[in-house]
């Protein structure tokens, strides 16, 4: 459902995005010379979880705005169809 409602062809959020993929890809690898073994797999953990709970902000976010388009579709037709 949501590639039929985004435009492949759009990089959404950029040119910040590629900034910030940047930023994140210079200080885990920053870290990870740091870290040893114990920290890494943390570090690991922690990224999982991070992305794990953007995607549930993301899933959410997606049908919130999905059913407002729906709820105010439907109050227009109603308001200009009379039955």
Known sequence: MIERLMD???SYGEPEYS???HQITQ????????LNQE???DLERL???Y??????LLS??????FWS?????LEYYMQNHRF
């Open 8 to 10: 492949m062809e759009r």
């Open 19 to 21: 900034k910030l993929s």
């Open 27 to 34: 200080l885990r690898q920053a870290l990870e010379q740091q």
């Open 39 to 41: 920290g890494l797999a």
């Open 47 to 49: 990224s999982e979880a």
């Open 51 to 56: 992305i794990r709970q953007g995607n549930v």
């Open 60 to 65: 959410d976010g997606f049908a919130e705005g």
């Open 69 to 73: 388009a729906i709820n105010l579709a």
